[in-house]
């Protein structure tokens, strides 16, 4: 039996906010996956909520909202839920397990489980109570070519109503309709990513040409303005009584019959049809370039230094032990212009390794910048404190860096909660005073939407500051070059001689 979930002229807005996240809404979902796109901020995120409960809107109606799972950007795996999904011994269950390559071992590793792994078996659950509308939001972050594949089998598999929220282009290519958020705007558009990214481009090309016979028209009646304004100030001056003899008496009454029967004032009454026509006009073209969605880009404007010393990291070949996982490697350094992505499949000590690389530099913890996979709740407080004790001209700086990264700096300093991408945009523009002689990241594009990926490539390809970083955004390797550390089967293997591609 088929279901669907419709937005009927939904509006809302933030409390704290000035405009209107979203006005007047229609949308339409059905048994099938449809893709939600847009920048950091624009209200993804904010849709999901509305869906599920968890948001109310200001206006307007949510039909057929029940039944929803919804599987966060944040993965949050409990030792009981996990318990009771391997325990359970229904072929449903089974088969997902199978399906997900998820383990009875993932119960003793929970608290050592990769991010990868742990959004492998909150899909597999997630899929297995079979909820009428399964709502996946940015569900490939973190995860590995192998991993990534098992999970895009498991989505053709599920058969209810599917909402994705992500920035992964071959993912949404799935989809068999996508809405574009734009905020105010809103617009569903059929077909996959590739087909409504090609309609959109289309309606821009479309506004921009509407933008321009606007302007041509504005010109044309600001000209035609300014001489009935003309007309009216000398129609005024013909009409006043004052410039008359003290006796012209017969002047006064053709005065007086021009007033009484309105023609004294026609140049006036035209004068005042036209400012409501440019009016109109004005308003249409706030309207038409607000459409208009500009790309701008950070490049190569974020000023660091190379390091002055010979080696930032550097050891001899051995064992490193994290506790619970030991690698073995050869000898590893990284110099001031090292360019490194670390790779390796989820769960094979990547993330360890970061974390215990960063308290074994050659360098001052103000000369590294580091980011993690996901930022907890201390990160996030440690930025935010950050960022109220800047000085007002530094505040300047870092909404310019955020606006060049794709976020609208309002959104920053109204918002009361933002996205995972606007934390990631924050802690990366506060870091840009700082000048790091070493940039450890972890997962950099995720959270991230396409434009500020595209911008963090121009950044990471010119900045002069060692590099080591992990990813599994093979397009995003593949336009870096840089050189690559493997690890594999226990072992880190490092390559002066390799370029990733």
């Not at 325990?87 to 383990?103: T, V």
């Not at 909820?131 to 895009?152: A, C, G, Q």
């Not at 304004?229 to 003899?245: H, I, M, N, Y």
């Not at 006064?252 to 004068?271: E, F, P, T, Y």
Request: net charge neutral; aromatic share 8%; hydrophobic share 35%.
């Amino acid at each position: 039996m088929l279901s669907h979930l419709s937005f009927h002229n939904i509006s809302f807005r933030f409390p704290t906010a000035s405009s209107y996240l979203m006005r007047d809404v229609n949308l339409h979902f059905r048994n099938q996956w449809t893709g939600i796109v847009g920048r950091n901020g624009s209200g993804k995120t904010t849709l999901t909520k509305l869906i599920t409960g968890e948001l109310k809107p200001d206006s307007g109606e949510i039909i057929g909202n029940n039944g929803v799972e919804y599987y966060p950007q944040e993965p949050v795996l409990t030792y009981n839920a996990l318990e009771e999904f391997l325990y359970d011994d229904s072929n449903e269950s089974g088969f997902w397990k199978s399906r997900l390559a998820i383990g009875y071992d993932f119960l003793e590793r929970i608290e050592h489980l990769s991010y990868g792994e742990k959004k492998r078996a909150l899909l597999a659950m997630a899929i297995f109570h079979n909820p009428k509308i399964l709502i996946l939001d940015e569900p490939t972050n973190h995860l590995d070519k192998e991993s990534r594949d098992l999970f895009v089998t498991a989505m053709s598999k599920y058969k209810g109503i599917g909402i994705l929220v992500s920035h992964d282009r071959e993912l949404l290519d799935a989809c068999e309709s996508c809405v574009f958020m734009e905020p105010p705007f809103v617009i569903q558009r059929m077909g996959n990513y590739t087909q409504g990214n090609l309609e959109k481009k289309r309606e821009e090309e479309e506004v921009a040409n509407d933008l321009d016979a606007i302007r041509k028209t504005k010109k044309k009646l600001e000209k035609e303005l300014k001489r009935r304004t003309e007309d009216a100030l000398v129609a005024d001056g013909k009409r006043s009584k004052k410039r008359l003899a003290l006796h012209d008496s017969d002047g006064r009454g053709r005065i007086g019959l021009a007033i009484v029967s309105g023609k004294d004032g026609q140049a006036g009454k035209l004068k005042s049809q036209l400012e409501s026509r440019v009016d109109r006009i004005y308003q249409k073209e706030t309207e038409i370039r607000l459409k208009l969605s500009k790309k701008e880009t950070l490049g190569a404007s974020w000023e660091t230094g190379y390091s002055k010393k010979d080696f930032l990291f550097l050891k001899d070949a051995g064992e490193l032990d994290f506790g619970y996982l030991k690698l073995s490697s050869g000898n590893l350094s990284i110099t001031p212009k090292s360019k490194i992505v670390l790779t390796g499949a989820n769960g094979s000590g990547k993330s360890s390794f970061l974390k215990w690389l960063s308290s074994h530099l050659n360098l001052t913890n103000d000369k590294v910048f580091y980011l993690p996979q996901e930022l907890t709740n201390q990160n996030k407080n440690e930025i935010d404190l950050s960022w109220k004790n800047t000085d007002t001209k530094n505040k300047g700086e870092i909404l310019s860096v955020i606006h060049r990264l794709g976020t609208d700096p309002e959104r920053i300093l109204e918002s009361k909660e933002f996205s995972p991408g606007e934390w990631k945009k924050l802690s990366f523009a506060m870091a840009v005073g700082s000048r790091p002689e070493l940039l450890i990241l972890d997962e950099p594009t995720n959270h991230l939407d396409l434009v500020s990926i595209e911008v963090l490539e121009s950044i990471l390809i010119s900045i002069h500051s060692a590099i080591l970083l992990v990813s599994h955004d093979i397009r995003f390797l593949e336009r870096l070059s840089f050189l690559e550390w493997k690890i594999q089967d226990g072992k880190l293997y490092s390559n002066a001689n390799t370029t990733f591609y």
